[in-house]
C-alpha cells in the first residue's frame, strides 16, 4: 500500500505473517511504525527508539521507524484525530509502538486507544510486572513480583455500550430492563446512565488460550483467573467457567486445574504443567500484596484487570515504570501503561523507562530475545547505578536525577557496554 500522509523509510523491510504456520516472518532491518502520542509522549517516544535503535544494532539488526500520527499531532497535521492511514500501516506492519493518548473525561470523542484496539482487533493487552534492582517500592519485598497480566481489551463495561442520562434511548433501554426483563424496583427514580456488559465465549476463550499459551511457552507455573462471579454470575462467572473449559479442553496433560491437581495428585504439580486456577478479584487485590510469589500469569476481563495491573504496576515502581502491550493474532502493538501526563508534556522530565520496556516486549515478540534482554540489563543496570529520573530520585537517597533525555543517553551507554 502506498500512503499519502506517511513518509515511509526509504530503507527495510516489512514483516509478514506466514499464514501456513502463523508465525511472523521478521527481518533483520523491519519497518516499525511508532506514534509518539500526546503530552509527555514526545518526550518518552524518542527515549524509547533511542535504546531500542541500540538494542537492535547491538544484536546485528536495524530498525527503520515510520512515525505515524494519533491524538494532537494528527489533528495538528491532518485535521483528524485517527487518520485511517495510521491505522492501515499498524496493521500493514504488524508489528508497532506508541505513546500514550489523551482521552477527555466525559465529553469530547471516545477513547482513541480503545478505538485502536478495537480497529486492530487487539483483543489482550499485556502488562508485565516484574522488579528492576534499584527501583524504589512501597513495599518490602518488590522482588517476590513476576507477573503478566492478560487483559481481555474488546468487551466488559469498556465495549463502550452506554447511554446518557437524559436521552431517549437511555430512556427506551430503562424501560425494557424494568418492563420487558421484570428488574421493576432496581434502578432508582430520575436521571440515570446505563452501560452494558458483555463478556462472551470467543472473547473469553481467545484471551485465556493466549494467557495459557503464554504460561506454556515461557515456563510459566500456573494462570489465574480473576473474576467477580459471585456478584456477577452470568458474566465474570461465566468468563470463570469458559476459562476453565480451555484449560481442560484444549490442552491434555500440559494443563491441569487446580482442583485436579488436589483431588488426583495430592497437591504435586507434574513438571512441565501449567495450572489453572482462581480467584475472585477482590481477594486477588489483596493476594497481590500478602502473597504475591504465588502468581505468575493471570487472565482477566476488562476492567479488573486495569485495576489489577496498575495495583501491580505501584508495587514494582510506578507508572515511569510499567509497560504494556496489546496482542491481536499476528500483531502487536507495544504501549506503556502510563497516560499522557500533560502537566510535564515538554519539559524532558518524566521516566521513559515504561515505554523502553514496552519496547523490550516488541524486541521479544519479534523473537529478538537476545535484544530485549540488553534493554531489560541495560535498564536495570543504569537504575541500580542510582542513575534516574525525578520520580525515583525524589525516593531515593545518593540518586543522580536526569532528564528524560539524559536518561536515555545513560541507558544507550550500558546497551553498549554490556553488548
Ligand atoms: P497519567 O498516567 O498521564 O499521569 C498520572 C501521573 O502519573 C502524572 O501526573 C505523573 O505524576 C505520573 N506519571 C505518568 N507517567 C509518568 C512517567 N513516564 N514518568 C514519571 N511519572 C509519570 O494519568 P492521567 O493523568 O490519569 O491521564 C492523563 C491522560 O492520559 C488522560 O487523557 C488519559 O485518558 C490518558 N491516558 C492514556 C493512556 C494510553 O494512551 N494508553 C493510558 C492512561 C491514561
Request: cysteine-free; proline content about 5%.
Amino acid at each position: 500500500m502506498s500512503y499519502e500522509k506517511i513518509d515511509v523509510p526509504e530503507d527495510g523491510e516489512k514483516i509478514t505473517l506466514n499464514e501456513d504456520t502463523g508465525e511472523l516472518e521478521v527481518p533483520d532491518d523491519p519497518i516499525i511504525p511508532i506514534i509518539y502520542g500526546d503530552g509527555v509522549g514526545s518526550d518518552v517516544g524518542p527515549a524509547a527508539q533511542q535504546v531500542l535503535e541500540a538494542a537492535a544494532k547491538a544484536t546485528g539488526r536495524e530498525i527503520n521507524w515510520m512515525r505515524v500520527y494519533a491524538g494532537e499531532s494528527a489533528r495538528e497535521r491532518y485535521d483528524e484525530n485517527l487518520p485511517e492511514e495510521t491505522v492501515e500501516a499498524i496493521k500493514e506492519h504488524r508489528v508497532a509502538i506508541k505513546g500514550p493518548l489523551t482521552t477527555p473525561v466525559g465529553a469530547g470523542f471516545r477513547s482513541l486507544n480503545v478505538g485502536l484496539r478495537k480497529l486492530l482487533d487487539l483483543y489482550a493487552n499485556v502488562r508485565p510486572t516484574y522488579h528492576l534492582d534499584g527501583v524504589p517500592s512501597p513495599v518490602s519485598e518488590p522482588e517476590k513480583m513476576d507477573m503478566v497480566t492478560f487483559r481481555e481489551n474488546t468487551e466488559d463495561v469498556y465495549a463502550g455500550i452506554e447511554w446518557e442520562h437524559g436521552t431517549d434511548e437511555v430512556q427506551q433501554v430503562k424501560e425494557f430492563v424494568e418492563e420487558d426483563m421484570g428488574f421493576d424496583d432496581v434502578i432508582h427514580d430520575g436521571p440515570v446512565g446505563i452501560g452494558v456488559k458483555p463478556i462472551t465465549e470467543f472473547g473469553t476463550k481467545r484471551l485465556v488460550r493466549r494467557a495459557i499459551d503464554y504460561a506454556l511457552e515461557h515456563d510459566r507455573d500456573s494462570v489465574t483467573l480473576v473474576h467477580k462471579g459471585n456478584i456477577m454470575k452470568f458474566t465474570e462467572g461465566q468468563f470463570r467457567d469458559w476459562g476453565y473449559e480451555v484449560a481442560e479442553e484444549e490442552y491434555g496433560d500440559e494443563v491441569i486445574t487446580e482442583d485436579t491437581l488436589w483431588e488426583e495428585r495430592d497437591g504435586e504439580q507434574p513438571a512441565d504443567a501449567v495450572v489453572v486456577n482462581d480467584r475472585i478479584a477482590d481477594n486477588m487485590l489483596q493476594q497481590l500484596l500478602t502473597r504475591t510469589e504465588n502468581y505468575d500469569v493471570i487472565a482477566t476481563m476488562n476492567l479488573n484487570g486495569d485495576y489489577l495491573s496498575d495495583a501491580a504496576g505501584a508495587q514494582i515502581g510506578g507508572l515511569g515504570i510499567a509497560p504494556g502491550a496489546n496482542f491481536g493474532d499476528g500483531r502487536l502493538l507495544a504501549e506503556p501503561v502510563h497516560g499522557s501526563a500533560p502537566k510535564y508534556e515538554g519539559q524532558d522530565k518524566v521516566n521513559p523507562t515504561a515505554m523502553i520496556l514496552s519496547g523490550r516486549i516488541m524486541l521479544e515478540y519479534l523473537g529478538w530475545d537476545d535484544a530485549a534482554d540488553l534493554v531489560r540489563d541495560a535498564v536495570e543496570e543504569t537504575i541500580s547505578s542510582g542513575k534516574v529520573t525525578y520520580d525515583l530520585e525524589r525516593q531515593l537517597d545518593d540518586a543522580e536525577k536526569l532528564a528524560t533525555s539524559e536518561y536515555a543517553d545513560a541507558v544507550v551507554e550500558n546497551v553498549e557496554k554490556l553488548s
